[in-house]
Each structure stands twice: as C-alpha cells, then as structure tokens.
C-alpha cells in the first residue's frame, strides 16, 4: 500500500505530480516493470473491481493515471485529453525532481499565445487591430496574479449565512448565474449582488455565462419583498441590485427594480442602493422611473470599447446607446451617482480605452471599474490577452487624472466588487455630509 508515488513526465516540459490515495478502488500494475505502458483491459474502478494492468503491486485508492495508448487521461474508467505523463519508481542515484519545471512555469504564465483575430478588412487604418471570436487561440496558462479567497463552508461562517438566505427565499445571484471568481470573497463579507428578475436573459452576449431564452419565465412578483428580507438578513448598508436583459417586458423591468429600492429604502432607510441595470433598449421612461426610485448608483455597463460593441456584445446593444441611458439618468435626477465598467483583454488598445474613459467623462460618469476579462466556457469569448497589473495602474491613475470621483482598476476587479463598494459608501456618505453643512 502506498501513500504517495512520484510522476515523472516524459518531457522536461511538466512537473512531477503526485498521486493522492484513498481507499475507493484497487489497481495492479508491474512492480518489477514500474513504469505504467499501454493500459488493457480496464475494468469500472466504481465497481470496487481490481484492474489488471500487469500482474504484481496494488496501488489501493483512487487511481489517476496518464496513458501513452491513449494520450488521454484515465480517471474512473473516463478519458479526457490532457498531457502525457507516466509512473516512474524514485531512484536512489536519480534525483528528478532537480530537472523538473515547477507546474506554475510549465502551464505557461499566460504571456504567450492568444492574439486575438485580425479585424475584418474595412478600413486601412485597421490592418493592427485584433477582436475576440469563440474558438479562437487562448493564452497558454494564466497568469499567477489571479488568486481569490477561498470561501469557508462552516456552517457559522458569512459566506454559509448568505448562501443559506439566498436558497431559503428563492433569490438568484450574478455570482453565481454568472461566475464571478470573487464569490468567496463578497459572501464572506456577508454580502452578495442579487440578480432580479430571473436567472435567464433575452439578450445572448458572448462574454456572460448568464441563461438565454427569447421568452424567459415571468418575473417573480414577491421578488422585491424577498429581496428586501434577504439584505435585512444580511445587515449590510450597501447594496447592489443588477439583472438580467428583460426584453420581453414592455418596460424592461424597471418598475420592478423601482418597487425593490423601495422597499428597501422602507425596511432600511440609511441603506445605499446600486442597481447595474440594462439600457432598457434605449427606453429612456425606463430610466427615468429607476432614477427617481430612490436608488443612490445608477450603473450601467459599457463592457468594451466602440470598435468591439459588435463582437463581444448583443445586435441589439450599443455603444451610443449605454451612454445615452447613462446620460440621462443623471439629467433625470440632478446629483444621482453614475458609474459603468469595462472589461480588458479583448483586443482594445491604450488609446481606445482612453477615449472611452474621455466619452463617459463627457457626460459626467462618476465611477468607472476595469477588470480582466475571464473566458467561462469554450462557448464563450476567447481571452485575447491577460492585462497586466501595472496596466490596470495606468489606466487608473488616467482616470483619476480625468477626474472621476473613483476608479477601481485590477485584473479581479467586477463591476459589483464588495472592496469598491466600501470606498462608494464612505464617498457618498462624506459628500452628503459636506452638502448638508453647507446648506445649513
């Protein structure tokens, strides 16, 4: 009986790794022949059945092997393609862990590969400019600034008492809905962004992991009260309402989103509302009745920049559109926060952010995020490039320069991210201070 084995790989390209042993299942292989050759008949390991590979030592638990037969990886009688890797017996004389490439530089760093697609020749001014496009080359590996908490499931931690409440009243999170590695994080704190009006949009964007339908199920109508009951629950004093694209309701949803700030205003007046919300088709009545709902954030993405709306975006999205939504949610109520993000790594260059951060000025946007776009199926967007951290700095420090009143920028960095909301508190609580004693 083992307890552990070392994995030599055939090229110096891997990492040795190790198999970790539990008592599931039994395999055979040669003890005098260690190396692990072609792989014959294979039996269920779920059957508790012993696999006759050679004849000789038994490794007891549960089994992963990588076979040259194959070129695939064997896992409880599954195979699924990955690199090739054999067994070997640790030698006395041989030390092979002194050639080997820690797995971190062999899965590569994310600086290689990727590129994106050259732009549809339209314009001859477009010859050096890439898009995204599903299927397209991903970079090789990732990079390691992309390191999240992991969340506790004690059942007396935050993140258990959030996800409990959510279950108990039928509520969905984009989270979950749409993948955000940064759950761990938020619902630690003993928050989440609760997602209204269903888990499945109208719109089909190529970058979100979010349901589609053209005729999703009609919206929850006690939706507003659970939701209300939920962040009472929660004890927080900053909230963040988003949703999925309603289409199919006449006013894409938004008195809806107006009853949920209500009542939220009602159980907890001090609360501060964000809701990152649709173009409501470019309805401006729709806006109107959210900003005038009592809200203290009207968000809206923008997502990417002009020349990309096309291929990361819905047909029926658009650039001029988000900003026209965005622009007149403050000219419907004077003094209301707006704010928007964009993702990087989708083929946008320097000075196509820079004009985007100079358009959303232009209408007086107050907050703008910057976070790292993260492919979240093979269905989806390919990653053109992973931004480096002092990239996000950069663009940062142009905005701050631009003038808007917060800018959070980083590779893990979403448009609802529980570090950015502290700073919005702190920042509309301190400018509403400074406005009263003015007034007085």
């Known amino acids: 009986k ?4 070392n994995i030599v790989p055939q090229t110096t390209s891997h990492i040795p790794l190790k198999l970790l042993f539990q008592t599931t299942s039994k395999l055979e292989v040669s003890s005098n022949e260690w190396k692990l050759g072609k792989f014959t008949d294979l039996i269920s390991l779920n059957k508790m059945t012993p696999t006759k590979l050679h004849s000789g030592l038994t490794i007891f638990g549960l089994f992963c092997a990588f076979s040259p037969s194959t070129q695939g990886f064997i896992q409880n009688s599954q195979t699924v393609t990955r690199p090739l890797y054999v067994a070997s017996k640790p030698s006395e004389t041989t030390d092979t862990s002194t050639n080997a490439i820690p797995y971190r530089i062999s899965r590569g760093d994310g600086s290689t590969g990727g590129g994106g ?17 599903v299927g397209a080359e ?16 004690a059942q007396d931690s935050r993140y258990t008492e959030v996800k409990d409440s ?3 009243l039928d509520l969905h999170t984009v989270c979950e809905e749409a993948q955000c590695p940064n ?4 619902w630690s704190g003993g928050t989440g962004t609760i997602m209204l009006l269903g888990d499945t949009c109208t719109r089909g964007c190529m970058f ?4 589609t339908d053209s005729a999703p199920p009609p919206p929850d109508p006690f939706e507003p009260f659970k939701t209300a009951e939920a962040v009472a629950q929660w004890g927080v004093d900053y909230i963040v309402l988003t949703s999925v694209d309603r289409d199919d309701i006449e006013d894409g949803g938004a008195q809806h989103f107006a009853h949920t700030v209500e009542l939220l205003k009602i159980r907890k007046p001090e609360i501060l509302v964000e809701c ?3 173009d409501f088709q470019g309805d401006l009545n729709s806006v109107k009745t959210l900003a005038l709902s009592g809200l203290d954030v009207y968000a809206h993405n923008v997502e990417t920049v002009e020349r990309l709306q096309k291929f990361v975006r819905d047909p029926r999205a658009g650039y001029h559109q988000s900003l026209k939504t965005l622009k007149y949610a403050k000219e419907a109520k004077p003094g209301l926060y707006t704010k928007t993000s964009i993702m990087l790594g989708l083929g946008e260059t320097d000075e196509e952010v820079i004009q985007t951060m100079e358009d959303l000025r232009s209408i007086d946007v107050d907050v703008v995020t910057f976070g790292q776009y993260l492919r979240p199926t093979e269905h989806h967007l390919s990653v053109v490039e992973y931004v480096k951290p002092e990239k996000f700095d950069y663009f940062r420090e142009v905005g701050e320069e631009m003038g808007f009143k917060y800018v959070a920028s980083g590779p893990m960095v979403r448009s609802s991210y529980k570090a950015g909301e502290f700073y919005l508190e702190h920042m509309i609580k301190t400018e509403r201070k400074e406005k009263a004693l003015e007034q007085e």
């Open 208 to 211: 979100c992991a979010v349901n």
């Open 2 to 5: 083992l307890k552990d084995a």
């Open 166 to 168: 959510l279950r108990d």
């Open 276 to 278: 990152l919300v649709s």
């Open 138 to 153: 991903m970079p090789n590996g990732r990079p390691d600034w992309f390191r999240v908490p992991a969340p506790s499931h």
């Open 117 to 133: 697609l050259p732009m549809p020749r339209q314009l001859e001014n477009e010859d050096n400019l890439v898009r995204p496009k």
């Open 183 to 186: 759950v761990g994080e938020c």
